[in-house]
């Protein structure tokens, strides 16, 4: 064999497994697309198929075949990884929950904090308009 085209069939191998590689890490809880850009169905085993549990549930590709380049994933674990990607996020959720009355608490401390700096801001203003009157004044004692 040439080894120019050796290198591009090894080239075209390690595509290929990289693919399969890419195509197995991305199968996780439902999917929605098959990478092969087919549709995802509901495939049920039918009882005529030779098996130990006839009528089991599968994502299955509406392309699919046993190529490792299309979905086909037993509907339990599925709902077994969306299960445990929810129950993530609902802690996620209980820890933003439970951090709330700290946060309405520091709300509620700065919202008394802006209320007391513009009380001393509306004084100083006024003790600025004050000390520019008597400057006025000293001003016309001074000059005239």
């Not at 075949?65 to 299309?70: L, N, S």
């Amino acid at each position: 064999m040439d080894p120019a085209e050796e290198r591009r069939e090894t080239k075209r191998q390690t595509e290929l497994i990289n693919m399969q590689g890419y195509v197995a890490d991305s199968e996780y809880g439902f999917p929605t697309r098959c990478p092969c850009g087919g549709r995802i169905i509901d495939d049920v085993r039918g009882k005529d198929d030779y098996d130990t549990l006839p009528g089991k549930r599968f994502f299955t590709c509406k392309n699919y075949k046993a190529d490792g380049f299309h979905y086909r994933q037993p509907w339990v674990i599925g709902v077994q990884e969306h299960i445990e990607r929810l129950t993530k996020r609902l802690e996620e959720v209980e820890l933003v929950i439970n951090w709330v009355p700290e946060v309405n608490n520091q709300i509620e401390r700065l919202e008394a904090e802006v209320k007391a700096l513009n009380g001393e801001v509306d004084n100083l203003t006024g003790q600025v308009y004050n000390l520019s009157v008597q400057v006025a004044d000293l001003e016309k004692l001074c000059f005239d």
